[in-house]
């Protein structure tokens, strides 16, 4: 019997979820900070997360890149999950500065960030920034858990839409 969608694609052979049940399966706990300015995008990404099994710890939520700061200064985690521009008061830090300022003193920390905005410059700004890898809002559960997996394991991922959009990017610099 399944229990999780995961489960279900691994039996029938889809790369990722393999990768995230074996995540999963090598009892390694997922300690993770959430951050996104919208309430309701981080009940459902709580939700989507701790959906997947007792493995994922949500240590800490912010809704400013403030809360954020305050939150990893507090809490040991090992994955942030960040949307882009986590903050659009007046009074915020652009979504690259506030990822070199993490980095500065999280180094070792992974980053996903997600994003609805997706522009090519932006895309490559963000990796160089510092996020080991960007997801699409749009973007399933398994998507999701599959960003998951790849960055604990390979320290890098790329949703389909990202990786196009940085092919179209590196074509056009080098015509």
């Not at 019997?1 to 997922?30: I, N, Q, Y």
């Not at 710890?57 to 990893?72: F, N, Q, R, Y």
């Not at 997706?118 to 960007?134: E, N, Q, W, Y």
């Amino acid at each position: 019997m399944f229990t999780k969608p995961s489960d279900l694609l691994c039996s029938v052979g889809f790369p990722g979820a393999r990768l995230w049940h074996r995540f999963r399966l090598l009892g390694h706990e997922m300690r993770i900070v959430i951050a996104d300015e919208h309430p309701i995008v981080l009940i459902g990404l709580r939700a989507m997360l701790q959906a997947e099994g007792s493995q994922i710890h949500i240590v800490g939520e912010a809704t400013s890149d403030k809360e954020l700061i305050a939150t990893l200064s507090q809490v040991e985690c090992d994955l942030l999950i960040v949307d882009f521009q986590v903050d659009d008061s007046p009074e915020s830090e652009d979504g690259l500065a506030m990822l070199r300022r993490i980095r500065e003193f999280r180094p070792n920390l992974l980053v996903l960030a997600l994003t609805m905005l997706g522009s090519p410059r932006l895309i490559k700004d963000t990796l160089a920034a510092g996020a080991h890898g960007i997801v699409d809002k749009t973007a399933t559960t398994d998507q999701l858990m599959l960003a998951i997996g790849k960055i604990s394991s390979e320290n890098s991922f790329l949703c389909v839409k990202t990786r196009a959009k940085l092919i179209k990017l590196t074509a056009a610099e080098n015509n």
